[in-house]
């Protein structure tokens, strides 16, 4: 890697002291030097530039966002500092305070509002968003906002937001935009100079602690890379370690070592246990280590594990420091939830040096395993992904157990992006001198994959900039619909849109040049054989009509396999419409048979699908299967073939039950009918076809002999006109994409009154107003609920069960719809009305070709409820449970939380009456026990 960055943009001349007197005061008030990179960007910021600074985890990015913080206090401005998420502002809110003071510093993280007028203020980046629209005063003074993190701006979810800060930004605020390495840096600094102005770009790709590659084969270590190879830029694998598990593979191949493999394969773990893992890094002096292992379920497994063994990391002086964190973390407690939180189990591997951390543990749990982590107290910790994302607990090394991921959809591979993100975490700055990744063999993995990986220097940021309805109001009320088209030309999406289409715009003027000189051979090759190429040429216009002369005959012919084609298609997408349709409309315990690849046979349906788009139903084979079937699984619509009568519960989860089902399903009597025969093709039955044939066949070319070489050269041709078109259709694609998705958003909010049309455009009516305070994904569905009405008259702990479905979102194929049983009735009706407010929505939005607001989903509803009515933590995380198991104690507080959020919005939105008193009086009764803990 090179250890010099590169720099873009207007770049400092001179970095001395004296030309830079409050970067001279800055270095001078810090406990280490700063590295060139770091210089380069603090002096670019000083001479009145914005900056982006990539570089890898652990250099020391946020030394740029503090200078930024630095310059805005001692120019008497303010300086907002955003992260993407509560945990990294909170602890840059810390960070900040303990040099700054509690006085200079306030903390917005929609959970806490601390010093909130301070100059300098820490805050997630939806909260600058949300004061930029609603222009709110306290953006005056403003003169630096640091995005930390800001390639967040490829997040499928929340990425649109950074992208809308940066563009509505005032011109005169510097942005400091700070980001992981990415390999298209350049064109993300080219975009924030288009639409930022002068920005330096500052690129720094070498790590300050290096980073060895590593693989653990059983109970052998060995270096991934071949480290006697030439140095030539290239790293070949280590071929001891490839010698070594071939020898392995042989033996498991020939012994009882067969059974590793299938554990492994499985997801069960590493063939190395748990405990046998940390004493190996512990006596290579690898520990303190983070554990990433891809699934909550396994980190409290992997915990649990060593737990049950006798190891123990600390001894009892350090394990005494580490009950006074826990009872620090835990004070705030009732004894009752201490029980059902599981506290003893927690602290005691937190007393031996080990530990889990997931979204699933309580926030207080994983705050408490932070600190502990930093202080060394912990010396493994087992984690998901999430800790990988900006939160501050680096260590000696990382252990990764897979390759593989849940996405949440499918298991699937890691990306480069996501090993170096991972990895990155390993090598303390100013404490190791260098960091260690270790992957854990398992059977099936190959050493080169891992090398793929691990080698990959980079990977790409590219936009998820989407319009929205929330945002499309917004937009309109300040800037008008001109402006807002002109906003959404003016994005990252946009702006590597455009970037692809000049490569295109360049392919199309290659191919036509590859046209024009095979026309001239055509016109040779017609004129020996006496045939007129008539038709439309490269370039030129026909007399003679579109079908006259051989290029005319071509002509015809390609017409004739695009309408084959097109009729292939329909044929194909309304099979597929009519399999989806009675996909969603199986009913449980219904019977239907497969044919598909993966399994034939009868199928009893368990659970119906959920998602119109993706229908999935749960069913169980006669051969003791089961799983979810979709449209892949489909050549024609499912046909009901009967019913089996199923008891309230059935028994899907062990092979007994499975089996058990099975056999009912053999002893039903109903038969499997024969594979439906497809009937004949649409294509003798289409007018235009049959008119283009008789053309084809009564053309004077139709009987020249189709091997000529003249036929060879025309449908060279014929090519070249479909690449042509292909390119200016994907151009046209490109460019029109967010116009036309805003375009049919308006189209919307016209229709559903809030937007009111215009001869200059549209404005925003009273509902819209409403609409411009609501930011959830399911904001439109929000306000078409407040304004029928369907939420009135409800009570606290009611609206808050209501509004939780809006929210919330069950893992998996848990999804509880709209009919769960709720035992309240005035919160059941409210469900089904939401609900069919949605249903109403989602056909208005299919009708507009958008997709679909995310269906309601009432897995929280009743557990929110019970806790806004005084219930016990343990029976509301029963009632949320999934697949029989409570909810975890983390979730359960992030749902909360969210639904707090809305409620506030709601509260704000409706103004004085009825529906905001109740919902300040919803928020005040989720406020307590762990719910208010977290929230402080």
């Known amino acids: ?80 500092y955003t992260t993407p998420i509560k945990a990294l502002s909170n602890q840059k809110y810390a960070d900040l305070v303990a040099v700054h003071g509690v006085e200079s510093v306030g903390l917005l993280t929609g959970d806490s509002s601390i010093n909130a007028d301070a100059p300098i203020v820490v805050m997630t980046t939806e909260v600058v968003r949300n004061m930029i629209y609603a222009n709110s005063s306290a953006l005056n ?94 790293r070949e694998v280590n071929p001891a370690l490839a010698r070594y598990i071939r020898q392995r593979e042989v033996v498991d191949l020939s012994g009882p070592g067969r059974g590793h493999r299938g554990r492994s394969e499985r997801g069960g773990g590493p063939p190395v246990s748990r405990p046998e893992l940390i004493r190996r890094l512990d006596a290579d002096g690898l520990l303190p280590a983070i554990d990433f292992i891809f699934s909550r379920a396994g980190c409290d ?25 826990v009872d620090r973390f835990v004070a705030d407690l009732a004894p009752d939830d201490r029980d059902v939180l599981g506290v003893d189990d927690w602290r005691t591997g937190l007393r031996r040096g080990f530990a ?17 982590f930093v202080r060394g107290l912990v010396q493994m910790v087992f984690a998901t992904e999430t800790l990988a994302l900006g939160i501050n607990m680096p260590a000696r090394s990382v252990v990764l157990e897979r390759l593989v991921k849940y996405n949440g959809e499918a298991h699937v591979d890691l990306t480069p992006g996501e090993f170096t993100q991972l990895t990155g975490r390993a090598g303390r700055r100013g404490i190791d001198i260098e960091g260690h990744a270790v992957v854990v063999f398992a059977p099936g993995m190959q050493p080169a994959q891992v090398a793929g990986l691990a080698g990959a220097r980079t990977f790409p940021l590219r936009s998820s900039f989407a319009p929205e309805y929330n945002m499309a109001v917004n937009l309109i009320r300040r800037v008008g619909l001109n402006g807002s088209r002109e906003l959404l030309d003016r994005s990252f999406a946009q702006f590597q849109a ?70 292939k298609f329909e044929k194909r997408m309304s099979l597929q419409n009519s399999v989806v349709e009675d996909l969603f409309a199986l009913k449980r315990g219904q019977v239907i048979g497969l044919f598909g690849g993966r399994h034939r046979g009868l199928a009893v349906v368990l659970e119906p699908a959920s998602d119109r788009r993706d229908p ?95 036929f060879r ?122 609900h069919r407010r949605w249903r109403d929505l989602s056909r208005l939005e299919m009708r507009h070709s958008l997709d679909p607001t995310r269906e309601p989903d009432a897995g929280f509803s009743m557990s929110i409820h019970l806790w806004a009515s005084g219930r016990s933590l343990p029976e509301c995380l029963a009632v949320a449970g999934d697949r029989g198991r409570p909810l975890p104690a983390g979730d359960f507080v992030r749902w909360s939380r969210q639904v707090i959020d809305l409620l506030e919005q709601i509260r704000i939105g409706a103004g004085e009456g009825d529906l905001a008193r109740t919902a300040r009086r919803a928020v005040s009764a989720i406020r307590r026990g762990v719910v208010a803990v977290e929230l402080g």
Not at 154 to 180: Q, T, Y
Not at 301 to 325: F, I
Not at 356 to 372: D, I, K, N, T
Not at 751 to 771: I, K, Q, R, S
């Open 301 to 325: 497994a992997a915990l649990a594990q060593c737990r049950r063994s006798g190891l123990d990391l600390l001894g009892p002086e350090r394990a005494a420091a580490v009950d006074e964190v």
């Open 713 to 834: 050269a025309a449908e060279r041709r014929t090519r070249l006109v479909r690449e042509i078109d292909a390119l200016e259709q994907s151009i046209a694609d490109r460019t029109a994409t967010l116009r036309a998705d805003f375009d049919r958003i308006v189209a919307i909010l016209e229709e559903l009154g809030y937007l009111v049309p215009g001869p200059d455009g549209p404005t925003v009516a009273p509902p819209g107003d409403l609409l411009t305070r609501i930011y959830s994904e399911s904001d439109l569905l929000i306000c078409e609920c407040l304004r029928s009405g369907v939420w009135d008259g409800l009570q606290p702990p009611e609206l808050a069960g209501v509004v939780a479905a809006v929210v919330y979102e069950s893992r998996r194929d848990a999804f509880a719809g709209p009919d769960l049983a709720v035992s309240v009735p005035p919160l059941r009706t409210a469900l089904v009305e939401t």
């Open 498 to 567: 455009d970037k692809s289409v000049v490569g295109q715009s360049r392919q199309i003027d290659a191919v036509t040049r590859k046209l024009r000189k095979l026309d001239v051979e055509l016109e040779e090759l017609a004129g020996r054989r006496d045939i007129g190429l008539g038709g439309a040429r490269a370039g030129d216009a026909t007399e003679e009509g579109e079908f006259a002369g051989f290029l005319g005959y071509m002509r015809l012919r390609e017409l004739i396999r695009t309408r084959e084609r097109e009729l």
């Open 356 to 372: 889990a951390h997931h979204a699933g543990m309580l926030p207080a749990f994983r705050h408490a395993v932070e600190e502990l």
């Open 141 to 234: 003074g403003l003169s630096y906002v640091v995005m930390d993190e800001v390639h967040y701006l490829a997040d499928r979810f929340r990425g649109a937001v950074w992208e809308e800060v940066i563009l509505h930004l005032d011109p005169a605020v510097r942005l400091v935009s700070l980001s992981a390495t990415v390999s298209n840096a350049e064109e993300f600094g080219d975009w924030i100079q288009a639409v930022r102005g002068d920005t330096t770009v500052i690129v720094d790709e070498h790590r300050p602690v290096p980073l060895w590659q590593h693989m653990l084969v059983g109970n052998r270590m060995f270096d991934l890379f071949d480290g006697s190879a030439p140095n030539d830029g290239r």
């Open 1 to 80: 890697m090179s250890s010099e960055p590169s720099l873009s943009g207007p770049v400092p001349d001179d970095t001395r002291p004296d030309s830079h007197p409050e970067l001279a005061r800055f270095a001078a008030s810090l406990s280490f030097g700063l590295d060139e990179f770091q210089r380069a960007a603090c002096a670019a910021l000083e001479d009145g530039h914005g900056v982006l600074v990539c570089a890898p985890t652990g250099a020391g990015k946020t030394v740029v966002g503090e200078f930024a913080v630095h310059l805005a206090l001692m120019g008497g401005t303010k300086c907002f």
């Open 616 to 710: 999935k139903p749960l069913v169980l084979v006669d051969d003791a299967w089961a799983g979810r079937v979709g449209v892949k699984d489909f050549l024609n619509p499912p046909e009901v073939l009967g019913n089996l009568r199923l008891a309230k519960t059935v028994d899907r989860r062990t092979g007994r039950g499975r089996r058990d089902l099975a056999s009912a399903l053999r002893s039903s009597g109903i038969e499997l009918p024969r594979r439906k025969q497809s009937r004949r093709s649409a294509a003798a039955d289409d007018n235009e076809l049959v008119d283009l044939r008789r053309q084809l066949r009564a053309h004077p070319a139709h009987g020249l002999p189709d091997h000529d070489e003249l």
